[in-house]
């Protein structure tokens, strides 16, 4: 799980996209992006926000935050780290 203390602070706003607030890139890699949402629970929806962040160029974050407690309520990488393993080994005729 992601961990620092980036602010998302009304400063650091600098528009909107497809339904999104957009924050400044710092400290990540790339912008932030911010929605109101609801995340169920058995007791009813909770008013939380969903936040997709670009933490590296390999590491992308999808996260819902509780808009109360500021709590994690999910958390996914939307892009798994792969390591390159080389290329297949040729099969047949090279040419």
Do not use: C
Not at 50 to 72: E, P
């Amino acid at each position: 799980m992601p961990t620092g203390n980036a602010q998302l602070t009304p400063r650091a706003l600098t528009g909107h996209r497809a339904g999104f607030e957009v924050f400044a890139r710092v400290p990540f890699a790339g912008e932030s992006y911010v929605q109101k949402a609801g995340f169920p629970t058995r007791d009813g929806a909770r008013p939380a926000y969903r936040v997709l962040f670009i933490k590296s160029l390999d590491q992308t974050g999808d996260t819902v935050a509780d808009a109360a407690m500021g709590r994690t309520l999910y958390w996914a990488f939307v892009v798994a780290r792969d390591r390159f393993l080389g290329w297949p080994a040729r099969q047949g005729r090279s040419y």
